[in-house]
């Protein structure tokens, strides 16, 4: 894989160098920060090898290529831009777009996501304990069976706790440079708030803290191991006035005054008022969740397992990492976290879905991204899985999230809750107690068995790549029957002479009003001003894709020959609302079938225009000739192939 080209290709689809502010990425996708939106070519980008899905959140463009492949390309973006990976709250102003909920979740991802290999390692470590003194073999642990490993253990133990009980500095430092302030300051923040002569956190209770006597006022020393609510407000806090005082103060005081007056200030606040209340707070935001889903049993387990896939489509699972934290440091009065376990049963679920339509498909590109993005969803990561497999089939998406909460909520009903973060999926046994392994297990079988059994029932009720139906007659009878439609005359005609898809006025696609479609990078065509919202299939062919938008539809005629009708433009935004489909991917259609209408006033309302542009994609070698009309409707003759 020449991953300098697929750089090259990238940069050049996303409107060029001068376009791209900043470069990042996570576990499987490379988050594009661009200073005009408009500019993608999403068609282009989806094209580019290994990508294998797109999409535009708030601001931020995010190609999904998978784990590990995101950081070779992401490196050699890098390496073309001559920018950094990775750019500061200094160096980038971010756009404020979205709702509030919106920008929340996207400021939790931006401070945990950077700190979650951390997290995983001290989880993983921590599952490894368990095995070597969980008393597994007749009431006994490895390490009471061979004392020679008791050092190992011992080690292991101190390795895995200390992500967790040094948290505050590791969230101290991501969070207040998301919060534009310095971030060796985030993290000396949380040093002192788990400095060993303050009284632990997990010792509340058991013994009295220490007490400063302040001039009369008396502060309790205690420590914040494990927390995240009050280091969140801490990091804003210290930032805050980190950037006010930079203001104010002069530039021959500014180094020695401003760090000595923020920490002071800061640690003075956190220890008097911000750090109990929200310490507090955090602690009955854990216990809350925890009894919901104690006290609603299997029925609360399978709710939130069927609810789990579509709260990643919107992003907001990157929220419950702060809550997940704060229940897996609380485990000793909150048992441990149910997310974990129903992210698990959500992942292996994706997995089978994909892995069973690997074995039902005919179409070899599917099956090539079905074998990664399948084993890729069973190790914990589905973003390949979603975008690429299931999203796109809708139908598999279904089946796995009821298979998720079927297997969610048997783990649910017999408690089974993670002890430490990890790879959410096949490897989290390494996150459960021994005594829950053998119920972990049976809740990734509900899952797996039950998303892969409804994807088949649903591959053969809804047709799903109805050409695969085709393919189990012999490959000699399909080249016979193609070959006796392409001698007919009545078949070439249908192939070669494409009508308007909508009513409207029809011109070149260079003179569309989108620059990208405009400079025919996407395929020659038209650009269609519509007089209404509704588009009729222009030939006879197959439906070959459907964006999960509903805003754009592809088409394949019996030659081969690809079309594509994008209905208006950066409508993709609107993320489906408007827009509604009648037919569905694999299903064939006739010259003047209904395939999709949209609400041209909403469109419009939304800030977006109607123009749609119908295109061939690949002509196969033939040349396209446009024929512009003024008042075209679904039989004018538009386009000729030759």
Known sequence: MDYAKIASQLIENVGGKQNIKSVQHCATRLRLQLKNNDL???????????????????????????????????????????????????????????????RLVKLLSDIFVPIIP??????????????????????????????????????????????FTFLPVLIGFSATKKF???????????????????????????????????????????????????VLAVAFILATIEKKLHKVTPTWLDNLTTPLISIMVTSFLTFIFVGPVLREAGNLLADGITWVYNTLGFVGGGLFGLAYAPICLTGMHHSFIAIETQLIAAKATTGGSFIFTTASM??????????????????????????????????GITEPAMFG??????????????????????????????????????????????????????????????SAVLTAIFWKKFNIEREDNKAQTSVEEEVKEIEVQESTADTAEETNELYAPMKG????????????????????????????????????????????????????LNSGVELLIHAGIDTVKMEGKGFETFVETGVKVKKGDKLLSFDMDLVKEKGYQTQTMFLVADAKGKEVEVIEATNADNDTKIMKLK
């Not at 993290?187 to 006597?213: E, F, K, R, T």
């Not at 994909?354 to 069973?378: D, P």
């Open 505 to 556: 006025e029809v011109l070149d696609v260079s003179k569309s009003a989108d620059p990208a479609f405009a400079s025919k990078a996407m395929g020659e065509g038209v650009a269609i001003n519509p007089s209404e919202g509704v588009i009729y299939a222009p030939a006879d062919g197959t439906i070959s894709l459907i964006f999960p938008t509903k805003h754009a539809m592809g088409i394949t």
């Open 118 to 163: 951390a997290i995983v390692a001290g989880g993983l470590l921590m599952g490894l304990n368990n095995i070597l003194t969980a008393a597994m073999f007749h009431g006994k642990s490895v390490i009471d069976l061979y004392p020679q490993w008791k050092g190992l253990a011992t080690a292991i133990n101190l390795f895995a706790s200390a992500p």
């Open 389 to 450: 497999v299931t999203l796109k089939l809708k139908y598999p998406f279904y089946a796995a999230i009821i298979g998720s909460a079927v297997g969610n909520a048997y783990c649910a009903a017999t408690g089974v809750l993670a002890q430490a973060l990890g790879a959410a999926g096949l490897p989290g046994f390494l996150s459960m107690l021994p005594k829950d392994y053998l119920n972990f297990a049976i809740g990734l079988i509900l899952s797996m068995a039950v």
């Open 346 to 379: 959500n992942n292996v679920a994706q997995g089978a879905a994909v892995l069973a339509v690997l074995f039902l498909t005919k179409n070899e590109k599917m099956k090539s991204i079905c074998s990664a993005s399948g084993v890729s969803a069973l190790l």
């Open 40 to 102: 993608r070519n999403e068609e282009a980008v989806s094209d580019i090898e290994g990508v294998k899905g797109v999409f535009l959140t708030q601001s931020q463009f995010q190609i999904i290529f998978g784990s590990g492949l995101v950081n070779l390309v992401c490196d050699e973006v890098q390496k073309q831009l001559g920018i950094a990976v990775d750019t500061s709250a200094d160096d980038e102003k971010e756009e404020k777009k979205g709702n509030a909920l919106q």
């Open 180 to 230: 534009g302030g310095n971030p060796y300051l985030g993290a000396a923040m949380g040093m002192i708030m788990v400095h060993p002569d303050l009284l632990s956190a997990y010792s509340i209770g058991i013994a009295q803290p220490p007490v400063w006597n302040i001039f009369g006022f008396k502060i309790a020393a205690i420590g914040y191991q494990g927390t995240v609510l009050p």
